[in-house]
Structures are given as structure tokens and as C-alpha cells.
């Protein structure tokens, strides 16, 4: 979209122009290299649910860590509650943004610590070990959930386990919370009171929401914008309701549309440069096309050696992530 999702509502998360390249071993960007996130512009005001939306590897992830405070990136470029969420780490531990993804499913913040949520403990002693929260909303969210207190993590199924992590995810009332797929092993009961809760949410505290999925499940009504990205640029950032203007078809045939009219173009590139002896791909590192550049997902200062043998692999040092 560039231009602001209009309203007389509060700004709550403000990107402008972002750009972002993974970083290589010594911490910049490997020269060459093309920018993941290229010129990336959104707003979003209090009460918005958004959609986001995007093929495979188109940068989705990447967007919701960088809005998290996981990726540094320009303190001008992203703010969230007028804020730099990699900057200003009260943020995220004040319980204002909330970012639920893909590391967090499996460890969960408990007093204090990560640990993980296949741990022999009970489902009660991982709800109540996060202090300071309403106890009213607590149990809305366990009731919300459909959580049984005397589970046993260790023993727990995936989508069990899933409640827990969700419930304590949402314990603190965020304003802005960003969800990376979360409810891929939810039942659809489980799944269907979710969406409903996080809607009250919006329409009732005015937080704001951004959610990355594949799954378009019970998603028809539920979100107020829709953004797409292509290779790690914006392409639409409506409200839905302009979305159902432009198509009659369902949310998820919709999306299908986008995304095979976005496969299609990228393989008539790729016979274009090879038709003309480049290489197919245009992404490349030094000039080298079969080189990428590769996060290995270690925060810096824990891992201390690059791995043998991996020529083709630029490997990066992870010092300006956060796990
Ligand atoms: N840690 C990393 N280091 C280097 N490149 C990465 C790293 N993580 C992701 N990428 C690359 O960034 C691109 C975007 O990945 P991202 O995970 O943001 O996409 P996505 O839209 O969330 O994809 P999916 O729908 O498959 O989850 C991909 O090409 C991926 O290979």
C-alpha cells in the first residue's frame, strides 16, 4: 500500500521505506547481495487486523521479526507505538507488542527463562508462572482455549501444547501482537474461539494485529486489511472489503489468484535470462549465482565457527538477531 490505511484511529505500527538484507559473518550485509525487504512502506492504526499474505520465501517472517525487534534495522524505518522494538526492549517486556512465532513454538518464556514447552510440567504451573497479569483474563483465555489445567506438557498432544503456548502468549493485554502462523495444529473449534477472541480484542481494546498465514480456515470475515508481499515487496495493502470489490471470488481463491499470476511472471523472467545465457536466477552473492546467503540462526556469540565444507554458502553471524 504505501499510503497509510486511512482512518482517524492511532498509528500503532509505522514502516517506512524498509529495507533489510540478512546479514554475513562480519555482521554487514555480503556485498552484492539484493535487499529481502525492499522499500517496504505500511501503517496500521489501533483496532486493525491484518492479513499478510505471500508465497513461500516472499519475506513474511522476516517482516513480523523486523516489526518485533528481532532484526535490527533503522530505528526511523519501523516503529511501533512511536517506538523502535529493537531499540526499546520495554516494548516486548512490558507485554505491549507480543510477537508469537516460529521460534516460540517450541520454547516459551517461563519465569524469566526459555525453556521448553515439552518440559515434565503441569499446564496450570506454565499459566501461572507468568506474573503480573489480570486474573480475569487469564481464565477468559484458558475458558477461551479450552484448556485443561492438569495437563502434563511432556505428555501433551501438539495441539495442546499449542493452547498453552497461545494462552500464555496473549496473557499480557498487547496492543500490538504479531502471530506467525500459530494455529497450524488447533482443531478447528480451538481455532474458530481464537480468531473470535482476538477480534474482541481489536474492536474492544483497539490492539492491533498482524497475521501471517497459509490458511484461510474461518478467515473470510476475519481480518480488516489485507497486505500481500512478493519477494520481499509490497504489492497491495487494502482494506478487505476493497479486496471483495476486486475479486468474487473467496478470500482464499483470491490470494490463490495473486500468487499464481506472481509464479507465472517469475517463470517467464527465469526463460527470459535464460534464453538470453544469463542465469536463471537473479539473486545472487559476488557475482557468483549458485552462492547464498545463509542465517544459520545462531545469536551472535554463541557459535564461534563457521561450518566446513559448504562452499557455495555464505554463512552469517546472526549479530544483529535476536532469538
Ligand atoms: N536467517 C536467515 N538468513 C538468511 N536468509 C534467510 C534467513 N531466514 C530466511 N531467509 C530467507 O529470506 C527469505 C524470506 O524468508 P521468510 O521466512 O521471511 O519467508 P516467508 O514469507 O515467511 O516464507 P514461508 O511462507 O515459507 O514461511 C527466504 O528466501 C529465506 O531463504
Not at 517486556?93 to 521460534?103: A, I, K, P, R, T
Not at 501444547?161 to 502462523?181: A, H, N, T, Y
Not at 492491533?208 to 512478493?230: K, R
Amino acid at each position: 500500500m504505501g499510503e497509510a490505511i486511512a482512518s482517524e484511529r492511532s498509528t500503532t505500527v509505522e514502516i517506512k521505506g524498509l529495507s533489510f538484507t540478512y546479514p554475513g559473518i562480519d555482521g554487514h550485509p555480503p556485498p552484492g547481495s539484493v535487499p529481502l525487504i525492499d522499500g517496504l512502506s505500511l501503517t496500521l492504526r489501533a483496532g486493525d487486523r491484518c492479513l499478510l499474505v505471500g508465497s513461500n520465501g516472499a519475506g513474511k517472517t522476516t517482516i513480523l521479526k523486523i516489526i518485533g525487534g528481532k532484526h535490527m534495522v533503522g530505528p526511523e524505518m519501523v516503529r511501533v507505538l512511536g517506538r523502535s522494538a529493537f531499540h526499546d526492549t520495554a516494548l516486548t517486556s512490558s507485554g505491549d507488542l507480543s510477537y508469537l512465532g516460529g521460534e516460540w513454538r517450541r520454547d516459551v518464556a517461563f519465569a524469566g527463562f526459555e525453556v521448553s514447552i515439552q518440559m515434565d510440567i503441569s499446564a496450570k504451573k506454565m499459566i501461572y508462572g507468568v506474573s503480573g497479569v489480570d486474573p480475569q483474563r487469564r481464565d477468559e483465555l484458558i475458558k477461551v482455549l479450552d484448556i485443561d489445567l492438569s495437563w502434563r506438557m511432556h505428555k501433551a498432544s501438539d495441539g495442546q501444547r499449542r493452547r498453552v503456548q497461545i494462552c500464555m502468549g496473549l496473557l499480557k493485554p498487547f496492543r500490538v501482537l504479531l502471530l506467525d502462523e500459530i494455529t497450524v495444529d488447533l482443531d478447528v473449534l480451538a481455532r474458530a474461539n481464537l480468531l473470535k477472541y482476538l477480534t474482541k480484542e481489536c474492536e474492544e481494546r483497539g490492539a492491533t494485529i498482524i497475521y501471517a498465514t497459509h490458511i484461510f480456515d474461518g478467515l473470510e470475515a476475519w481480518p480488516t486489511h489485507i497486505v500481500y508481499v512478493a519477494q520481499g515487496k509490497l504489492q497491495l495493502a487494502l482494506p478487505l472489503e476493497k479486496v471483495k470489490e476486486m475479486s468474487n471470488l473467496s478470500l482464499m481463491r483470491t490470494v490463490e489468484s495473486w500468487l499464481r499470476k506472481e509464479r507465472d511472471e517469475v517463470r517467464t523472467r527465469r526463460m527470459v535470462r535464460k534464453a538470453n545465457g544469463l542465469g536463471e536466477y537473479e539473486k545472487s552473492v559476488e557475482g557468483n549465482p549458485a552462492k547464498r546467503v545463509v542465517n544459520n540462526g545462531w545469536a551472535a556469540g554463541r557459535l564461534h565457527s563457521t561450518l566446513a565444507g559448504e562452499e557455495n554458502f555464505v554463512f552469517s553471524s546472526n549479530s544483529v538477531l535476536r532469538q
